[in-house]
């Protein structure tokens, strides 16, 4: 995909590597750190890609550029390309890749994170990675019953198996090297990741271990009708009877509805950062720019208010209601004090909405 054209100083390249082995994993890595030195990168288990102020010839299959660099931020910050729709863990994916990033691309990166925070506090997401267990589980046409034994305790695992407990499966373990910190507190069973091979047969195994613990061979590992991996790199070896997660990604893709939602939010996503993008255009030294400071300032403190008094309204729809009414009221009169460019009479507007 190339887009081009830009309205801004942004250009992006990236390569999908959802259920990849480690050997390829390692090369698109060699690759990416070839092409895109000191360039800030958004790694996760389904991508890897570079961002920066200057266009390059690398032969990533993903370009954007300006705008549509900016959008892509945002859509993958807010979960929109994940494996499940709305993925939290994402977010501080991205905002970690940009953290040493030029002023100048870290500007356009804050821009793109503001968006999609915003469009996740109003949207309700209803799922979590967890969720990946329920979409192997259908795919395989299996039920939710017998033993299901996850491996790794990260968030990835612990995710998956507390979602196992809540589909009712007879016995759920939980694999890893170190007990997770809430162990006591759920009804899982932890297992050492050292002592699986010596396991009965189990109905599921999940894999849900990191980028370093390598592939498992089947000797490795107890007899299972269903070996779900849901790895970057691969955690198990290929054979019968093992779903990816680019297995799963496929199925997601082939259903209408949900391809539906995507290009729904990704389009509401888009107007979020047409918004943000012309306020930070306006320096805080702008009148228009500094009108605006001042009613968010007055718009931040009703709504804290508001949530105070209101405990039952959820906090994403008075978000969204106090926004859109703030840029309806707010909307012609910025236009105006644009066109009338008059400094004295933008101060004394600016002056009206300043706290004492």
């Not at 082995?21 to 570079?50: F, K, N, T, V, W």
């Not at 967890?130 to 589980?137: A, N, S």
């Not at 939602?261 to 255009?281: D, G, M, T």
Request: hydrophobic share 45%.
């Amino acid at each position: 995909m190339t887009t081009a054209g830009p309205l801004i100083d942004l250009y992006g390249c990236g390569w999908t590597t959802v259920s990849l082995g480690a050997d390829e994993m390692a090369s698109i890595q060699a690759r990416m750190a070839a092409s895109h030195p000191g360039r800030p990168i958004i790694a996760s288990c389904q991508r890897l890609e570079a961002f920066g102020d200057t266009a390059c010839d690398c032969p990533a299959p993903g370009k954007w550029a300006g705008v549509a660099a900016l959008e892509r931020i945002a859509q993958v910050a807010a979960g929109l390309h994940s494996a499940v729709l709305g993925e939290e863990q994402i977010m501080g994916q991205v905002r970690a890749g940009f953290a040493d990033a030029s002023p100048a691309v870290r500007r356009l990166a804050d821009v793109a994170i503001a968006a999609a925070r915003e469009l996740r506090r109003a949207t309700p997401f209803e799922s979590h990675a967890g969720h990946l267990l329920d979409r192997g589980l259908r795919l395989a046409g299996l039920p939710a019953a017998g033993t299901l034994l996850v491996l790794g305790t990260g968030a990835m695992g612990r995710l998956v198996a507390a979602r196992g407990l809540e589909l009712g499966f007879d016995r759920v373990l939980i694999a890893g090297r170190q007990r997770p910190a809430d162990d006591e507190e759920q009804a899982w069973e932890f297992v050492p990741l050292a002592g699986i091979a010596q396991l009965s047969s189990v109905t599921v195994i999940a894999g849900c271990l990191g980028s370093g613990a390598g592939e498992l061979a089947p000797g490795d590992l107890p007899t299972a009708t269903l070996a779900l991996d849901l790895g970057t790199p691969r955690n198990f070896a290929v054979g019968e009877r093992i779903l990816t997660m680019a297995d799963l990604l496929r199925e997601e893709h082939s259903r209408a509805h949900s391809m539906h939602r995507r290009a729904e939010l990704q389009a509401k996503l888009s107007q979020i950062v047409a918004r943000h993008l012309e306020r930070a255009n306006e320096s805080g030294a702008s009148l228009v720019g500094s009108l605006r400071l001042e009613v968010e300032r007055v718009r931040q403190r009703e709504l804290g208010r508001m949530q105070r008094l209101h405990p039952e309204l959820p906090p994403q729809l008075l978000e969204t209601l106090t926004r859109s009414l703030v840029d309806q009221i707010f909307h012609r009169p910025s236009a105006r004090l644009r066109q009338r460019g008059d400094a004295e009479f933008g101060r004394d507007v600016v002056a009206l909405f300043a706290e004492d």
